[in-house]
């Protein structure tokens, strides 16, 4: 057996890792996906599967109050547990009967057969009576499961809007179980969007064989109602602790040469992963005509610091962005713009976390005397183009980066 097979079993297959059971085992060649352009596959022995390995901890809710179910002993997605990163909850797998026997008389005569499972971005190949023979593979079918049983659409509206059942804060799919020989191309959706966003993107690069064996595809779901520099370090800080709970050392490839691809506004997000404020440049630009107590200036430093100081990530070697409005966008300072921002909610711990910093910005030197009450912008203020942060971000220094400003409309898988 290959290196990712398993015996009488099923699962995510990782060599040396605990293999759950799956709770459902479908055929392949049984679903079908509207939105989805193509199919790859790869010819060879044995029966193409999709394993569903467990609910999806961050949408489970969200679609079972899409079709009606109770409420009751339901976790919202903000209260989930444990790490902010998972494998796509449904596993392409491969399983081949295997039947003892030197020739086909001792082969007719058994009444023993050994069950192997694959994993086939592990296994290509296999030896089968001494024969070196393709494995057979689907690509696309667990991925389409995923999409079309997530209920994204509904639940990155309610994220955007602040309704229940939206998530809070950054979550991290892998969409293979982790490898790391293979380097990273991590995709960041736009505003009021969700990982649907690739759906024929990431499936495309997922078929080509070429790609799929050097690179595996990371995708990130955060909530678009956040403020854009809030977005940025909660990502920042979720992808540095995947990459180390898999790679402490940072020496495997899976750690450097990351690719990074980013639409609209996760482009404008994605610009700043591999940017560098170049000390207290952006600090400066955004308080510069402020003068705070020692006090203020030290909860100001706690609070918001972090997120006004940060260099280029090193495990990135390229970013794309996709039709980023770095330099913000007529559209979102405009009258569709300002009443579709109003109807933006931040979560109450959010507002409850900055509410200091708020009143300290409020009581600063540099406040005239009746203006505006302060307010925690949001991602649709951050985008209009005379908001300072946009404006003061805009002026960071970016590295190793390159840009693509076309980009093209996707529709969503569904059952059909």
């Not at 799919?173 to 959706?189: T, V």
Request: glycine share 8%.
């Amino acid at each position: 057996m290959g290196r990712g097979a398993q015996q009488a079993g099923c699962g995510a297959l990782q060599p040396g890792a605990s293999n759950p059971a799956a709770e459902e085992l479908l055929p392949a060649s049984s679903l079908s996906f509207s939105g989805l352009r193509s199919t790859f596959r790869r010819d060879g022995f044995g029966g193409e599967l999709v394993a569903v390995m467990a609910a999806d901890p961050v949408t489970t809710a969200a679609a079972d109050a899409d079709t009606g179910a109770s409420d009751a002993g339901i976790e919202r997605p903000q209260q989930r547990s444990g790490q902010p990163w998972s494998e796509m909850p449904t596993t392409a797998i491969t399983a081949l009967l295997r039947f003892p026997g030197e020739n086909l008389a001792q082969v007719l005569s058994t009444h023993e057969v050994v069950l192997s499972v694959h994993d086939p971005y592990w296994d290509a190949r296999i030896e089968l009576h001494r024969q070196d023979v393709p494995l057979a593979a689907n690509f696309t079918a667990n991925y389409g499961l995923w999409l079309a049983r997530s209920g994204f659409s509904r639940q990155s509206l309610r994220s955007l809007f602040g309704r229940e059942r939206g998530i809070e804060s950054p979550y991290l799919y892998l969409m293979q179980p982790y490898d790391p020989d293979r380097r990273i191309i991590l995709m960041i959706h736009g505003l009021a969007s969700s990982p649907e966003a690739w759906v024929n993107v990431a499936n495309e690069l997922m078929g080509d064989e070429e790609i799929r064996s050097r690179f595996q595809v990371w995708q990130f779901y955060y909530p678009t109602n956040m403020p854009i520099a809030l977005n940025h370090y909660e990502i920042r800080q979720t992808l540095d602790e995947a990459l180390r709970h898999f790679d402490p050392q940072g020496s495997a490839a899976a750690s450097r040469d990351m690719v990074l691809i980013g639409h609209s506004m996760g482009g404008v997000i994605s610009r700043l992963m591999v940017s560098s404020t170049e000390g207290d440049a952006l600090w400066n630009q955004l308080l510069a005509e402020r003068e705070f107590d020692d006090g203020r200036m030290q909860r100001l430093r706690k609070w918001v610091g972090p997120l006004m100081h940060f260099e280029p990530l090193p495990q990135v070697e390229r970013a794309i962005f996709i039709a980023a409005p770095h330099r913000g966008t007529e559209v979102a300072g405009g009258r569709l713009g300002h009443f579709i921002g109003g109807l933006v909610r931040l979560p109450l711990t959010v507002l409850k976390g900055f509410a200091d910093v708020l009143d300290d910005l409020a009581h600063s030197e540099g406040m005239k005397a009746g203006a505006d009450k302060l307010r925690l912008p949001n991602s649709i203020d951050n985008l209009d183009r005379t908001d300072s942060f946009v404006q003061a971000a805009a002026g960071c220094q970016s590295r190793r980066a390159c840009a693509i400003t076309r980009s093209s409309a996707t529709s969503i898988p569904r059952f059909h």
